[in-house]
């Protein structure tokens, strides 16, 4: 599959470093650069976008700004963020963002941004090739919005295997294959903000989703052949979380 980019962005050298990047990426080609959104908007009609990265500046009085230039955007086109800050951060997931890249980022950063998009286009592909009375049914996406490398991520919850405590960070291991995502956060914010139904503290380093679990021993349990141990003071918790299974 491959994916048609274009950027929009009022600084020129943001634009050239962009170029660059897309220009590494097997599975982008590079269909258009501006720095103005009216321009961008006349040649978005001329050519499909799948994937627009679209800069946050401040826009002067009668000008379009980038999130106003992204409402007038089609649903197929998924969008990717550039900002100096996160303070836009919210009001760019509103609209559905698939990534929301913060400062002077890095290709790495931004080739996980790709993927994300190729990850997106991909199961929507599959989905729309089900036969005809075997649809799935739709279920809510359940997600967290975390700040790592210099970015603020949608996560989605299903693909939390389990979360490591690192000192003043947390380390999210993910079941995508990819390097785990380092937060600054605690063991207990994250805990908080995660849906009790879903995960549970096994350990005082150690928060697992449930159904990343594939055994579960005397004093540990295992998310493949990785063994996580279970802490004495949080036994109880994962017995009540473990209550309701009916075990044959």
Known sequence: MNLNCALLHTDPDMIAKLQIFVGKIPF????????????ALKEYYVTKVEVYVVGIVSAAE?????MDFCRLLSSYTR???VADDERYAADCFRLDALDYL????????????ANKAMRWFTLKESSTSVPAGKAQPVVPDKVIYVRS?????????EEIC???SCG???RIHCRDGLRPLM???TMKNMEEKLPKADFVRVHRSFIVRLRALDAIGVNVVYVGALEIPIGDAYRDRLKACLSGLTVW
């Open 28 to 39: 982008l080609t590079l269909c258009g650069s501006y720095t103005e959104p009216l321009t």
């Open 79 to 81: 969008v990717i963020f």
């Open 168 to 170: 003043d960070y947390v």
């Open 102 to 113: 913060v400062g002077d980022f890095g290709f790495s950063v931004f080739f996980q941004a």
């Open 149 to 157: 490398d210099n970015r603020i991520l949608r996560l989605s919850l």
């Open 183 to 185: 937060c600054l956060c």
């Open 62 to 66: 009668g000008e379009i700004s980038g």
């Open 162 to 164: 389990y979360i490591e």
